[in-house]
């Protein structure tokens, strides 16, 4: 027996496999089986070239637990290794001696993959000690055992065993019990080893029978050795990218289409990319991509690796010039990443560009699905906001497809403002905006859907991107306003009037919280809706950003603001400010004549101190100006009180207020009770 020390302390191995190589314990199953399947492609390699002559029989990987003596094996018949090469590639680890090996990977953990030693190594993350019972392919080799408990001490002797390859048996440690439960291996083995180009068994299948599950003789594989991304599109038809897709994700819907990736120069890539169905919820529908290195699991978390928008899609990508590295940090800086996600995204460019080419009719069909992605891309990545602005498209409120350029030809004559600028109506729900989206089409004007998750971030991009352009909600201001193409001109009430009939209004409005109402009164016509309200596009968009963006939560904690537009042409509310004016008549004459006496004595003051420094005002005179707006207010405040105590039995008031507010989905619980109760009455 030959006993001896390993060279590189366990004390200076582990630190370096933890911080470069393994963030969780989970990855030795990767390493060590990944190994197996190595050994045993060289065999073959061997045998294509003649360098190996014997029988290569069944080169299946075969993983076994034994729950009982507390250990896990992991077999192969790949190439072996003499006590020479034990020597070489366990012992030594990489050729170094201590120093050397932390001075030559200190600061590149990429070089450090690769290296058998290394990965053999994270073995002891989980196994308090461990064995490599091993026979060469060589002629005449002997079988070899090896043992070590973590330290930098190690046993190597002569042992039995009649069959080429290597056994490497991990006594697994008290802390790691887990790893020796089969559901626990199964699932891993199936997250890091699904696609190995060797077959790799866990176990024998097994069926009920008697009662009881049993083992039966066939092997329980856990891979398909050759996935679809790495055959020929050619060969391969429509039903078996679905089918792939249904084995990576059982449960999602059926994908909108796919992406086969092959390329060879100037990196090797394949893949097969899906664009799976996504109408909102971005975060649940990320990390779905899985990065392989020759069929080698490497990760699934691609945030920082691809460009942030392509996280939304759904697949496999496989590169040799992938390091097989589990640290983000690593893979976000390699350079061979960084030309591969270059390339992805104008491949995703390109296919989109095709089916909106050549089928534009299927592309219009799965716009819906399509849309957030395509947002998200062309508001992350400035050269996709290039590609992807000739096939992005507006939809309309009567479900028709357009362009950006095709949209705009479509409203430039009709949707042009007194300023030039053009102006984009759009709704984002058909239902609660029904009677604006009407008013609006009444009107010629045609209006856009929005109602997508990002489409706020997407309007206010586009009215950057786009010259001379505003986008505004149909129900941000009435319809007469929306594009105002000439200075207003009409009859409206006289300011005094107004004053009634905000008055009237504004002391009924319900309170609501976080919500304020302004009252105003504007002739409309008197064929419109007596009474509409609206919000204002600026501070609206703002508050939807502030949902989405947290830089902006500022935003967020303002109150809602709406504007209450009375229509002064409609003969409602012309009867209610004549009814108010005459029901109140004797009570507001004296108030509105001491108004008007205190309003000319303000304005007698106010001239007198025009042109004079504060220093030269007599303080007798500022005190009056001070005094006689207090009690300007006190009267209004009088007026307004008297008003409101007629408005509070005025059901028309009422009536209209909650109209206005019913069809804004604003009337809830208390008052919409009320309301019911209040129509049957005046019915």
Not at 335 to 360: E, G, P
Not at 401 to 420: A, H, S, V
Request: net charge negative; proline share 3%.
């Amino acid at each position: 027996m030959q006993k001896g020390n390993i060279g590189v302390t366990t004390e200076n191995i582990f630190p370096i496999i933890k911080k470069f190589l393994y963030s969780d314990h989970e990855i030795f199953l990767r390493e060590l089986v990944s190994n197996a399947v190595d050994a045993t492609q060289k065999l073959k390699t061997l045998a294509a070239t003649g360098d190996f002559k014997g029988e290569l029989g069944d080169l299946t990987v075969r993983v076994k637990v034994d729950k009982e003596n507390g250990t896990i094996t992991i077999s192969d018949r790949g190439l072996g290794m003499t006590a020479e090469e034990i020597d070489k590639y366990i012992n030594q680890i990489a050729f170094s001696g201590a120093n050397d090996f932390l001075e030559k990977y200190k600061d590149d953990a990429n070089a450090i993959i690769g290296h058998f030693g290394l990965g053999f190594y994270s073995a002891f993350m989980v196994a308090k000690t461990v064995d490599i019972v091993t026979l060469s392919y060589k002629e005449g080799a002997k079988a070899m055992k090896w043992s070590c408990d973590g330290s930098p001490e190690f046993t190597l002797e002569e042992t039995e065993r009649s069959d080429r390859g290597t056994d490497i048996i991990l006594h697994v440690d008290e802390d790691c019990k887990e790893f020796l439960e089969e559901s626990r291996l199964q699932s891993l083995l199936t997250k890091y080893c699904h696609f190995l180009a060797v077959p790799v068994a866990f176990g024998k299948k097994k069926e009920w029978k008697d009662g009881k599950q049993v083992e039966t003789e066939e092997d329980n594989l856990i891979n398909d050795t050759c996935p679809i991304w790495t055959k020929k599109p050619s060969d391969l038809k429509e039903e078996d990218y679905k089918k792939f897709y249904r084995d990576l994700y059982p449960m999602a819907d059926e994908p909108l289409f796919w992406i086969h990736l092959n390329v060879d120069y100037p990196f090797n890539l394949t893949g097969v990319l899906y664009f799976p169905k996504i109408k909102s919820n971005i975060d649940l529908q990320r990390n779905k991509i899985q990065l392989y290195c020759n069929q080698v699991y490497v990760t699934d978390s691609v945030e920082g690796i691809v460009p942030d928008f392509l996280t939304l899609l759904h697949g496999v990508i496989d590169s040799p010039d992938i390091p097989l590295n589990v640290s983000r940090s690593y893979l976000q800086s390699d350079s061979n990443v960084k030309k591969i996600s270059t390339y992805i995204t104008k491949k995703v460019s390109d296919r989109l560009q095709s089916i909106f080419k050549n089928d534009r009719k299927e592309f219009e069909e799965k716009w819906d699905d399509l849309k957030i992605f395509i947002n998200y891309g062309m508001l992350t990545q400035e050269d996709f906001y290039e590609k992807a602005s000739k096939f992005a498209l507006f939809k309309d409120t009567d479900n028709k497809y357009y362009t950006f350029e095709e949209y705009q030809t479509l409203i430039k004559d009709n949707q042009t403002d007194k300023n030039g600028s053009l102006i984009y109506l759009y709704a984002n729900n058909l239902d609660e905006q029904y009677t604006y989206i009407d008013a609006a089409k009444n009107k010629g004007y045609n209006v856009l859907l929005m109602d997508g998750q990002l489409d706020v971030p997407m309007i206010n991009m586009l009215e950057q991107k786009f010259e001379k352009s505003h986008f505004t909600r149909v129900d941000s201001d009435i319809v007469d306003r929306l594009i105002v193409k000439e200075d207003q001109k009409g009859e409206e009430l006289p300011h005094d009037k107004q004053e009634v009939l905000s008055s009237l209004f504004k002391g009924q409005m319900p309170k609501v919280k976080k919500t304020e109402f302004h009252v105003e009164a504007h002739a409309l016509g008197e064929n419109n809706a007596p009474i509409v309200i609206t919000q204002a596009e600026y501070m609206r968009r703002m508050k939807d950003m502030a949902s989405i963006q947290p830089g902006m939560s500022f935003y967020g904690e303002m109150p809602d603001m709406f504007n209450l537009v009375l229509n002064s042409d409609h003969r409602l509310i012309k009867q209610v400010l004549s009814d108010a004016e005459t029901a109140c008549a004797e009570k507001l004459v004296p108030v509105e004549s001491e108004i008007a006496m205190l309003t000319l004595r303000r304005n007698e003051l106010q001239k007198a101190q025009e042109g004079k420094k504060d220093e030269e005002i007599p303080t007798a005179e500022k005190d009056e100006l001070s005094e006689v707006e207090k009690k300007i207010e006190a009267q209004k405040t009088e007026k307004e009180n008297i008003l409101n105590g007629y408005a509070v039995g005025n059901k028309v008031v009422h009536q209209l207020i909650d109209l206005a507010l019913l069809q804004n989905n604003m009337l809830k619980g208390e008052a919409l009770t009320n309301f019911v109760k209040r129509s049957v009455e005046m019915i």
